[in-house]
Nanobody
Framework: QVQLVQSGGGLVQAGGSLRLACAAS??????????MAWFRQVQGKERELVSA????????FYADFVKDRFTISRDAAKNTAYLQMNTLRPEDTANYYC??????????????????WGQGALVIVSS
């Protein structure tokens, strides 16, 4: 059983930064074997892909609306994925979810391609 536990959401002013963390655990789980992704969702809208990295780490994806502002990373020693969010805008306000899929070799990928999900973290950016 794989569990993803998120932390790091909160309230920030426009132009500020936050870092989301996604700590993974489970029997014999190694984050190095999993593609990791961050999605976000606003009430009434579909969940959208923000950023993702393939399981080998050779490819990353960033949605146009976060390019040059957000950075995805993984720490194999801590079995944790991160989303560093800089220069935040009010339109970045959403619930952010991390997701994992065993040896997914491609990104971008839709939500249905990911088997494991974190509980979500609310990010509110005030103007």
């Amino acid at each position: 059983q794989v569990q993803l536990v998120q932390s790091g959401g909160g309230l920030v002013q426009a132009g500020g930064s936050l870092r989301l963390a996604c700590a993974a655990s489970g029997r014999s789980f190694s984050i190095s074997n999993y593609a990791m992704a961050w999605f976000r969702q606003v009430q009434g809208k579909e969940r959208e892909l923000v950023s993702a990295i393939t399981w080998r780490g050779e490819s990353t994806f960033y949605a146009d609306f976060v390019k040059d502002r957000f950075t995805i990373s993984r720490d194999a020693a801590k079995n944790t994925a991160y989303l560093q969010m800089n220069t935040l805008r009010p339109e970045d306000t959403a619930n952010y979810y991390c997701a994992a899929e065993y040896r997914l070799p491609y990104v971008p990928a839709p939500p249905s391609d990911f088997a494991y999900w974190g509980q979500g973290a609310l990010v509110i950016v005030s103007s």
